[in-house]
């Protein structure tokens, strides 16, 4: 029998669930941190005002919380869709995920800071200034940051870079 194909989200993938999964709980990694560094032309932006979303950047030491997903057994138009809409400059991984029941290897989507949407590190508050006048096919920019704020406090794991993004967007 092959083994599960997990997935771990740590931006949309856990409040925007729009794929087919059969179990989810919540997981994290480890070595790596959520940050605003890539850019989005095709969800939450456009060309000529790209939005802000996530990625995962190393870092020693740190922890990064998000939710788990076992895929159905027959996983690959699963994975098919993901890769549909984690295109604009995301690659898929592989890397161990925790979960309280211990420890599986899963996939992940990670921007490639080569990728031509990679923006790179910028302040809070100019990260909260682009976010609020950035708005794409997939919505509002503001409404990707807060969604994601929403749940990692919901998930008992608020983020403090995402959160001195929405701190820095209550001050504009």
Known sequence: MDEPVWVFGYGSL???VD???VDVQPAWITGWQRRFWQGSVD???QPNAPGRVVTI???EGA???GLAYRLPTDSMQTISELDHRERGGYDRVSLPIATETGTLEGLTYIANPSN???LGPAQPAQLAKQIAGATGPSGPNVEYLLRLDQSLTELGHPDEHVRAIVEALDTL
Do not use: E, L, T
């Open 14 to 16: 856990i409040w925007r």
């Open 19 to 21: 794929f087919d999964h």
């Open 43 to 45: 969800h939450r932006g």
């Open 57 to 59: 950047v190393p870092q």
């Open 63 to 65: 922890i990064c919380h």
């Open 116 to 118: 031509s949407n990679y």
